[in-house]
């Protein structure tokens, strides 16, 4: 899907450190300022200054170590593309015995995004740490003579995004239960950020192809690139350029430019709705009246006969209605013209926790994934040895095994920790 970036390049050749220090540096002051003119005794610390304390544990990167990693950002280790550049799929060194799975991403020097977007993924993923977002391992930022190189090293997420479980039709249906499970840990993701760091994130796309799965199809929100701190102390919004993703961003964050934690709240609506639907939230290869499907979803409201009609047809009713109906009604709080009436991260987690502790109650079979903890399922299924009973699961691990590549089932690809390897090969 488009992004709808503003964005001006502002190549500086200078080495990245003096880069990063400067822009914290005036990041601190402008921040400070504000702050100190609104109040001598508030002095919150921002996101530059938390990166200042934390950025040690990220590992800084030559270009030479992954060109190595990737056989050279080789084509058939290319996992995916987006508004950054392209994702490669890498093996890095972890220690002197282990390599592990890593995913680079590259900026397209001619892309959209920039070195800006990628400056803002390094000081916010150098703060936050959370069981929902994505892991930064490192970066790399070399300017030469073939032209300025900015990458990013995260932690590889075997099962791609939820973009592709829910649209792409080479993948099984995700089950009823995995969906309300992956909608509860990105709701994990947002609230954290919202509500409990130190200082207030921001995330501003919220969407499918952000919300990354693990081998346990456990969700990490990924990309924040477009993230923003949320506004100082006295006032209600943060003022800025407007920039997301088509179908996702909120209404009045479009019209005003006013950017608040709400306008996350109306993106997760809007997944909600793609959860339950298996729709793409604009999809212009549908008949005029069902493109948008916020538009499509008002026919068939959560309280009448009709609302099963928008069921995504490949759970093929494996789902509890009364309980689709819920997420329903959560998904139209979310989704309140006025951005006061949309319910907190934190009251969200709440409301899909009771609904997957009703989905459990009403089908005690399906209780095989526990994310209200992020313990670790395998070490669970270890202890417990059972087998997992949910039939479209099952449906999936074959369909997977069918998908898999030559020398490694699809199954081992898919449902491993991080992968390790004895080379870098
Ligand atoms: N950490 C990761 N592990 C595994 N795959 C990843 C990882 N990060 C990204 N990818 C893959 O790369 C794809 C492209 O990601 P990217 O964030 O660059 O673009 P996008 O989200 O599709 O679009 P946009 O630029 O609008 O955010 C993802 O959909 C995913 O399949
Ligand atoms: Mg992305």
New binding site residues.
């Given amino acids: ?1 488009n ?1 709808f970036h503003y964005f001006t390049r502002h190549w500086r050749r200078r080495s990245l450190e003096s880069e990063l220090k400067e822009e914290l540096k005036s990041q601190n002051s402008k921040v400070n300022g504000i702050a100190k003119s609104l109040s001598a005794s508030i002095s919150p610390r921002g996101i530059p200054e938390l990166y200042e304390e934390k950025a040690h544990n990220l590992r800084v990167f030559s270009l030479a170590e992954l060109q190595r990693a990737t056989n050279n950002f080789s084509r058939l280790l290319k ?7 392209s ?1 490669y ?1 890498g093996s890095i060194q972890a220690n002197k015995k282990e390599f592990i799975s ?2 680079i ?1 590259r900026l397209d020097p001619d892309g959209f ?1 920039g070195h800006k977007q990628w400056l803002a993924e390094v000081q916010f993923l150098g703060v936050v740490e959370h069981p929902n977002l ?1 892991k930064l391992i490192g970066y790399c930022a070399v300017d030469n003579e073939r032209g300025i190189q900015r990458l990013l090293v ?5 099962n ?2 939820l ?2 479980h829910l649209f792409n039709m080479a993948y099984d249906p995700l089950p009823w239960k995995t969906r309300l499970e992956i909608a509860l840990g990105a709701a994990r993701g947002l609230a954290y950020l919202h509500e409990e760091l130190e200082v207030q994130v921001i995330y501003r ?1 919220f ?1 499918t ?2 919300v ?1 799965l693990d081998e346990n199809f456990r969700p990490k929100l ?2 924040f ?1 477009l993230a923003r701190e949320g506004p100082i102390a006295g006032h209600t919004h943060v003022s800025t350029a407007v920039m997301g ?1 088509y179908g996702y961003a909120a209404p009045d964050y479009l019209e005003t430019g006013h950017l608040t934690t709400k306008s996350d709240v109306w993106s997760f609506g809007v997944v909600l709705y793609e959860i339950l639907t298996g729709r793409r939230s604009l999809d212009r290869n549908r008949p005029k009246t069902e493109q948008k499907l916020l538009e499509w979803v008002k026919l068939h409201p959560s309280n009448r006969r009709n609302f099963s009609l928008i069921i995504d047809p490949r759970l093929e009713g494996q789902y509890s209605i009364d309980l689709a109906r819920n997420v329903a009604k959560l998904a139209d709080d979310c989704l309140s013209k006025s951005a006061k009436e949309r319910p907190r991260m934190s009251q969200v987690v709440e409301r899909l926790r009771q609904i997957i502790i009703n989905a459990d109650e009403s089908n005690p079979g399906e209780k095989n994934i526990n994310l209200f903890e992020n313990d670790d399922l395998l070490d669970r299924e270890e202890k417990s040895n059972q087998p997992n009973p949910s039939k479209l699961w099952q449906r999936r691990m074959a369909h997977l095994a069918k998908l898999g590549e030559p020398g490694e089932t699809a199954i081992g690809r898919r449902f491993m920790t991080l992968q390790k390897t004895k080379s870098g090969s």
């Fill in positions: 899907m992004c996992i995916g593309e987006g508004g950054f550049g994702v799929k890593v995913a991403k995004q994505v995260y932690e590889y997420m075997p791609k995004s973009e592709y796309d969407k192809s952000n990354l990924s990309d690139g993703t």
